[in-house]
T-cell receptor
Framework: DQQVKQNSPSLSVQEGRISILNCDYTNSMFDYFLWYKKYPAEGPTFLISISSIKDKNEDGRFTVFLNKSAKHLSLHIVPSQPGDSAVYFCAASEGEKLTFGTGTRLTIIP | GAVVSQHPSWVICKSGTSVKIECRSLDFQATTMFWYRQFPKKSLMLMATSNEGSKATYEQGVEKDKFLINHASLTLSTLTVTSAHPEDSSFYIC??????????????FGPGTRLTVL
């Protein structure tokens, strides 16, 4: 039972344009959501997070939106840069336990 | 930033042998460490949570006698895969959490260990 889903396994975006990565979840007990970036043969690195009491959090080029009623969150990256090419995982937290999505491979085209 | 290391980065072993993977927090004390497993093109699956000085808490479906976890100090946790079989081949990632006062963001991941069982 996949409680956190990323339905797009891959996404290609032109450099300078906006990248939008999506994530859906089913467990209404999740109270905190995070996005991680992962390069091959490396562990995930934290990008940005949002509490369930908010609907938007922004940090530089990264913005995370949360729609609790739809159980949906998204990560916007603008402008996209070549260094953003990686696999992006969304994760949801219940207590200290993280549940990860399956990841979306983002490729930024120069 | 906080750094978590894992050793070895990759290991190949024969079926039936045991393999130990170390996870160390290099510049902070980790009261809690987590062990994940990632299958190809799949998400990271939490295997167990270990707290320093106490027994690990295993997720449903994870055999505690097969995956032995020891969190002996605030900077070291080990995962031992006992009597490894080819189906145990996977990418194992640990993470370490800062002191309890840290926010939910403060879970730092190691680089992972690729285990191949022949």
């Amino acid at each position: 039972d996949q409680q956190v889903k990323q339905n797009s396994p891959s996404l290609s975006v032109q450099e300078g344009r906006i990248s939008i990565l999506n994530c859906d979840y089913t467990n209404s007990m999740f109270d905190y959501f995070l996005w991680y970036k992962k390069y091959p043969a490396e562990g995930p690195t934290f990008l940005i997070s949002i509490s369930s009491i908010k609907d938007k959090n922004e940090d530089g080029r990264f913005t995370v939106f949360l729609n609790k009623s739809a159980k949906h969150l998204s990560l916007h990256i603008v402008p996209s840069q070549p260094g953003d090419s990686a696999v992006y995982f969304c994760a949801a937290s219940e207590g200290e336990k993280l549940t990860f999505g399956t990841g979306t491979r983002l490729t930024i085209i120069p | 930033g906080a750094v978590v290391s894992q050793h070895p980065s990759w290991v190949i072993c024969k079926s039936g042998t045991s393999v130990k993977i170390e996870c160390r927090s290099l510049d902070f004390q980790a009261t809690t460490m987590f062990w994940y497993r990632q299958f190809p093109k799949k998400s990271l699956m939490l295997m167990a949570t270990s707290n320093e000085g106490s027994k690990a808490t295993y997720e449903q479906g994870v055999e505690k006698d097969k995956f032995l976890i020891n969190h002996a100090s605030l900077t070291l946790s080990t995962l031992t895969v006992t009597s490894a079989h080819p189906e145990d081949s996977s990418f194992y990632i640990c993470s370490a959490r800062d002191l309890p006062s840290g926010s939910k963001d403060t879970q730092y991941f190691g680089p992972g260990t690729r285990l191949t069982v022949l």
